[in-house]
C-alpha cells in the first residue's frame, strides 16, 4: 500500500473520521446533529473570546475609582450618591429592598437603647454627672502596642454598673415611675425585637461574621437582589427592573410584613420610649451612644411605621449597612462629549477586611480617602482602646505611602461635618478625647482645620512623586452639596486621566 504524503488526498485524520458504511439515517442524522452543535459551541468560546478581547481593550481607556477608609466612614453612602447621579435606575430597582435595611435598623436601635436603660436600672439622675468625663489618661498605644502617629486620644469613658450603684436617689417616686413606665413599653416591644435575628439572617443570608461590631451584619455585592429572591420564595429574579418602587407593595415578604405590621401597631411606644426623660438624659449625658442613622429613623418613625412605607432616597442615603469585602459599580460618565466607564470600588473597612484592598491597588487611577471627622469621641469596634481618628490617620499613612498607589489620583473626603458641628454645639470638647488639641477654641473651624492639618502632615511626610492632595469638607447623605463635589472630582480626575495617558 502507498504511504500517503502531506500532499495526498489520503489523509488518514480524514479517513478516521470518516462514518462507516454502515452506517443508518437515523446515525447520520445524530451525527450531523452532533456536528453542529459542536460546530455551534465552538462559534460560541471564538466570539466570547473576541467579546472579551475588545473589552480588554475598551478598559484600557475605563477608570478604576477605590472608595477607601475605615468601617462607618461613609463610603457606601457616597457610592450610592455616585450611583443616583449616574445610574438612577438602579436605585429605582433596588428600592424595595432597601426597606428590610431601614426596618433593621429600626429594630436594632430600639435593641440597643432598651440594653442600654437595663444596665442603668431604667433610671438616671443627676448625681450620674459625676462619671461622665473620662478619667485614664491612656497616650495613644494600641493593642498591638504600637504608638499613636499623630494625635494622642484618651479612652472610652467607664460605664460600670458600680460606678452609679451608690445614687442617692433609688426608690424615689421620680425613679420608680420611670421603671414602671420603661417596663412596661419594653413587655410590649419585645415582639417587636425579636425580631431582631430573623431580620439580621435575611440581609446577610445566615452568614455571620466574627467580630462585626455594632452592626452585628455583614452583606456581600449583590444583597439587594438576593433580598428580594427571598421574598419571592427564592425564585430567580430574572428582570430586577420589575422590582423597582412601582412594585415594592407587590412584593409580599412575609418577614418584612409581620414587622411592619408590629412597627405600625408599636409606633407610639417608640415615640414613647424616644421621648422618654431618661433616654433624653442618657444621650445627654452620653451613656447612651446613637449612631446618626439610629436618630434619624426614631425621628422619623410615624413615616417609616406607615404600613404603605416605601424608602425615600433620604432613607436609602442614611440606612447603614456594613460591607464584606469589595463590591465593584460600573458608571458611564460623559465629561465634555466624551464617555468614560468608571469602575468604582467601595471595599469594607473593618481591620480584619482591609488587606482585601490590595489586589486592587495595582492599576488604580483614583482613590477618594474618607475620614469621618465627627468621630474624635469614638474608639474602634475591634479595638475600643484606638481612637477612630487617630485609626484614620495611620490609614491614610499607608495608603500616601503605597507604593502601588504613588500614580493613584489622590483625594481626601473629610466626611460627617455636619455631626462636628452638632457635637461642638452641644458642648463636647476634643480635648478630653485628643490630648493633643490643647487649649485651642473648641468651635468648627478651628476644630475642623485642625484636623485638615494633620491630614495634610500625613500627605506632606508621604508625597515623594508631588502628588496634588485634593480636600473636601463633605456630608454625603446631603445629595446636593455632595453631587456638586463628585462634579469637581469627576474633573480633576478626568484631567489626571487625560494627563496619564498623554492625551494632553
Request: proline share 4%; hydrophobic share 35%.
Amino acid at each position: 500500500m502507498r504511504t500517503p504524503s502531506i500532499y495526498s488526498q489520503d489523509d488518514p485524520l480524514s479517513e478516521a473520521l470518516k462514518p462507516p458504511e454502515s452506517e443508518t439515517e437515523s446515525e447520520r442524522r445524530a451525527r450531523l446533529e452532533q456536528e453542529a452543535e459542536a460546530k455551534r459551541v465552538s462559534e460560541q468560546i471564538d466570539e466570547e473570546l473576541r467579546l472579551e478581547r475588545e473589552d480588554m481593550k475598551k478598559k484600557k481607556g475605563d477608570v478604576k475609582l477605590l472608595l477607601l477608609g475605615q468601617a462607618e466612614s461613609g463610603k457606601s453612602t457616597l457610592q450610592r450618591q455616585f450611583q443616583l447621579m449616574y445610574k438612577p435606575h438602579t436605585l429605582e430597582q433596588e428600592r424595595a429592598s432597601w426597606r428590610t435595611v431601614i426596618y433593621f435598623n429600626v429594630v436594632r436601635s430600639i435593641k440597643h437603647i432598651l440594653s442600654t436603660l437595663e444596665s442603668w436600672d431604667d433610671y438616671i439622675d443627676d448625681s450620674d454627672m459625676a462619671f461622665d468625663s473620662p478619667t485614664s489618661k491612656y497616650m495613644g498605644a494600641s493593642r498591638s502596642g504600637t504608638s499613636s502617629p499623630v494625635l494622642m486620644p484618651l479612652p472610652p469613658e467607664d460605664n460600670s454598673a458600680h460606678s452609679r450603684s451608690a445614687s442617692p436617689f433609688q426608690g424615689t417616686a421620680p425613679a420608680t415611675a420611670s421603671r414602671s413606665t420603661i417596663a412596661s413599653l419594653r413587655r410590649r416591644l419585645s415582639p417587636l425585637i425579636s425580631a431582631d435575628t430573623a431580620l439580621a439572617d435575611r440581609l446577610s443570608g445566615g452568614i455571620t461574621v466574627s467580630g462585626s461590631g455594632k452592626g452585628g451584619v455583614f452583606v456581600r455585592s449583590g444583597w439587594q437582589a438576593r433580598t428580594i429572591e427571598n421574598a419571592l420564595g427564592r425564585r430567580r429574579v430574572r428582570n430586577s427592573s420589575e422590582y423597582g418602587v412601582k412594585k415594592a407593595e407587590e412584593i409580599q415578604d412575609a418577614l418584612v410584613q409581620d414587622v411592619s405590621h408590629m412597627l405600625d401597631a408599636s409606633k407610639d411606644d417608640i415615640r414613647e420610649l424616644w421621648a422618654h426623660p431618661t433616654v433624653k438624659g442618657l444621650i445627654a449625658k452620653r451613656r447612651l451612644k446613637l449612631d446618626e442613622w439610629s436618630e434619624f429613623f426614631l425621628r422619623h418613625i410615624t413615616r417609616v411605621a406607615a404600613s404603605d412605607y416605601i424608602p425615600s432616597t433620604d432613607d436609602i442615603l442614611h440606612a447603614r449597612i456594613q460591607t464584606m469585602g469589595v463590591a465593584e459599580h460600573v458608571f458611564d460618565v460623559n465629561i465634555h462629549g466624551k464617555s468614560v466607564s468608571w469602575h468604582l470600588f467601595d471595599v469594607g473597612g473593618a481591620r480584619g477586611q482591609r488587606h482585601t484592598w490590595v489586589p486592587y491597588f495595582d492599576d488604580a487611577n483614583a482613590i477618594i480617602f474618607v475620614a469621618p471627622v465627627s468621630a474624635f469621641d469614638q474608639y474602634l469596634e475591634e479595638d475600643p482602646r484606638t481612637n477612630r481618628i487617630d485609626d484614620s490617620l495611620q490609614l491614610f499613612t499607608q495608603i500616601c505611602s503605597s507604593p502601588l498607589l504613588k500614580n493613584a489620583h489622590l483625594v481626601l473626603f473629610l466626611n460627617k461635618t455636619d455631626l462636628l458641628r452638632t457635637k461642638l454645639d452641644n458642648g463636647l470638647k476634643v480635648k478630653k478625647y485628643i490630648t493633643s488639641f490643647g487649649e485651642r477654641n473648641n468651635d468648627y473651624e478651628t476644630v475642623v482645620q485642625y484636623f485638615r492639618a494633620h491630614f495634610l502632615q500625613v500627605h506632606r511626610r508621604n508625597n515623594e512623586n508631588r502628588r496634588v492632595l485634593y480636600t473636601h469638607f463633605t456630608s454625603v447623605v446631603d445629595t446636593k452639596a455632595t453631587q456638586r463635589i463628585i462634579g469637581n472630582v469627576r474633573d480633576s480626575i478626568f484631567r489626571g486621566y487625560l494627563q496619564s495617558a498623554a492625551l494632553v
